[in-house]
Each structure stands twice: as structure tokens, then as C-alpha cells.
């Protein structure tokens, strides 16, 4: 029986580089998606393939943005690396331009049956959709879930997915296994639950399950700090996928991931306009790096 703790979903072997496609949006300001999965998986020796899904001047969190939706490019960019004969170890996805990037996303699985699934079900928070975020997009996402082999939604992401009404991030624990039942139920191999908040307490908790796990739910704890930043999700799903390329079990990454976090988020306060520019990780950057030590 595999549980959170045992569960290695990859092996690291010698000096060898993983691939892993990074398919995420770009921003030109602000910190999340590709501009933190690039160098937080580059910093765990991971060679980063990125598959941009759109073209951002800066994040949505800002008043006035603009987006250009990348769809079009999508199969001739595929087609070239398929042409090349590129090979993967892993597609890692998170935030869509459009519905139709899933379709692109399962072609990628189509090509490379082999490679490791992790799904950043990027949609929404606090119980709302993104501001781009349709919901023919949140539909089609559901497509990401089965086979996923880890899959990292927060309260309000596993809502949409699953149909089970949002109540806030504080959650019991038995609506934490109604949601990871339901989640595994649809096909994800494992599940990471992200962002639980009791009233009163300054503890975040996050929750991990695998399908065949005889129903064990781990929970995962830290610090929770007094303000909330931009772009800390990314950086914990990338966290976790550098954990994962470096050998780790499930629950060390999950660990790892949110210690990443909290310890970027503890030393963004000393940057200007923090609040909106989001989470500053450059300097932690080092934790990653010791993941191969």
C-alpha cells in the first residue's frame, strides 16, 4: 500500500537532467507561472521546457493588464518538438489561456505516455474564478484530472472541480475527505490540498491523499503568516516539483514546498509594493539548489 510518506514518484540518476514541459503563462510583471517555475525547477537541476499558454504584462491582480492568448501557436509548436524527436519526464501545468489549451495539454500526454503528470488546476481563490477564467475553461480543466499523478488545487479549485460547494478555508476534516474522495474518485493518482485555516489559529494546512492509499489522509502543517501574497500557489507547486525531480517522497515535498513558501514569503516584505508584485523567491532560491546536496 503506497501512502504520501513511501510514495517516489521519480528516481534520480546520476548526473542526468529531467525534462519537464512547464506549461504556464509568461508575465512580464509580477511573480508567478513560468517566471517562477523557470528558475525554482532550474535551480533543482530540472532542464525546463516551457509551453507558454499566455502572454501577460503583468498578472491579473493588477488593475489594467494585457493578455495575449497563445492558443494559435500551440500545435505548430508541438508539431516542431515531436518533428525534433524531444523527449520528457514530466508535464507540469497550471494556469490556461483558453479551453482549448487542455486539448493541447493531453496531446502533450498523448506523445509522451511516459511522462509524469502534475496539475496545477490554476483557476480561482477565496471562492471566486480568476478574472479570465470562464466557465467553459473551469469545465474543461476537469479533462486534467484523471491520470493526473499529483494533483495541487486549493478550496476553491477542488470546488469547481468536484461540484461540492465552497464554504471557506475553514474547512472540517470530514468535508477535507468528502473533497479528497471525491477528487481521487475522478481519477487523480494523488491529490495535495492546499490552504485550510481554522479561525483563530495561525497555523495553514495542507492535506495529501494517494488513490491507493487505503483512505489515509496526511495533513501537513506550518506557520500560517498575517498577509497573503501573489503567487505563492506557483511557487509551492513548483517547490513541490523540484521536491519530486530530487528524489523526494510525496509528503518530504509537500513538506518542502511549504517551508519554501513560508520562508519566501517571510523576506518579501523587505521589497517595495510587495503586495501586488508578489512573492519574492530569488533569494531563497538556494533552498531549492540543496535538494541535490
Known sequence: MNTASNLHLYQREGG???RVAAVHDLCGYGKCSLGVAIPVLSAAGIDVCPVPTSLFSAHTRFPKF???????????????????????????????GSAEQVDAILRIYRDYP?????????????????PTYTDEMCEATKGLVDGADVLTPNLTEASIITGIPYESQDVDEAYVRRMMDALLGMGAKSVVLKGVVHAG?????????????????EEVSGELLPYMLHGTG??????????????????????????????????????PDYQVRGVSFESVLGDVTALLA
Open 234 to 271: 506557483d511557487l509551492f507547486a513548483s517547490g513541490l516539483t523540484a521536491a519530486i525531480y530530487a528524489g523526494r517522497d510525496l509528503r518530504s515535498a509537500v513538506e518542502f514546498a511549504s517551508a519554501l513558501v513560508r520562508h519566501a514569503m517571510q523576506i518579501t516584505p523587505e521589497q
Open 114 to 130: 511516459r511522462a509524469l503528470r502534475i496539475v496545477d488546476p490554476v483557476m480561482g481563490d477565496g471562492g471566486a474564478k480568476y
Open 201 to 217: 489559529e495561525k497555523v495553514i494546512r495542507n492535506y495529501v491523499a494517494v488513490a491507493d492509499g487505503d483512505g489515509a489522509v
Open 16 to 18: 542526468y537532467l529531467p
Open 66 to 96: 494585457y493578455m495575449h492568448d497563445t492558443t494559435p501557436m500551440l500545435g505548430e509548436y508541438l508539431d516542431a518538438w515531436r518533428e525534433e524527436g524531444i523527449e520528457l519526464d514530466g508535464v507540469y501545468s497550471g494556469f490556461l
